[in-house]
């Protein structure tokens, strides 16, 4: 299949099967990811692979579903359970104070870039679908409530 195909044919998956991803498809996803740009090279992205229920539960819990970022207000995500559901998930966290940084101090008025850096990782992780016949949804949480972050990282 060519990339551009990949690229339009690809949709969130909202609902899985409990088959256990192969090694080798999780490092075929994972090398995919890390193989991404970044700014000046800092590759600040670490991965954390959840196959745990009770784990996968409680990021399920940490799904934004609030109305807004000041409001207690909350609304259902959907991807909740296709979360639950999914065999793995993989968590990916920033380390912060690299991307957009040199020598410690921030280059540009927009702080830190890990967001941008992420988000390019996870393009890459998500287009390998078609190679590895394996399905994903991208989610986003805030997960570190839940002490499974490593310190001076955002998920
Ligand atoms: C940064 C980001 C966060 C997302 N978070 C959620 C989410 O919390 N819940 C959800 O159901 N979908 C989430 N999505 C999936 C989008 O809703 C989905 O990509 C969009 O509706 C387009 O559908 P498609 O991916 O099938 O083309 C997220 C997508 C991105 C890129």
Redesign the pocket.
């Known amino acids: 299949m060519e990339v551009i195909e990949a690229i339009q044919t690809?949709?969130?998956i909202?609902r899985f099967k409990a088959t256990p991803v192969s090694d080798d498809a999780l490092r075929q996803v994972l090398e995919a990811a890390r193989s991404a740009p970044s700014w000046s090279n800092t590759q600040c992205w670490r991965f954390i692979v959840v196959r745990d229920t009770q784990l996968k539960a409680k990021l399920a819990d940490t799904?934004?579903g609030r109305l807004a970022a000041d409001s207690s207000e909350t609304r259902p995500?959907?991807?909740a359970e296709?979360l639950k559901q999914a065999p793995l998930t993989i968590v990916a966290c920033a380390q912060l104070g690299k991307s957009g940084y040199f020598q410690g101090k921030a280059s540009t008025n927009k702080g830190d870039w890990y967001m941008f850096d992420i988000?390019l990782a996870m393009q890459n992780l998500v287009y390998n679908w078609e190679k590895t016949s394996l399905n994903f949804?991208?989610?986003?949480?805030a997960p570190n409530q839940n002490q499974a972050i490593p310190e001076n990282h955002l998920a």
Do not use: E, P, Q, V
């Open positions: 690809r949709r969130s909202r799904l934004i995500n959907g991807a296709a988000a949804h991208l989610m986003f949480a």
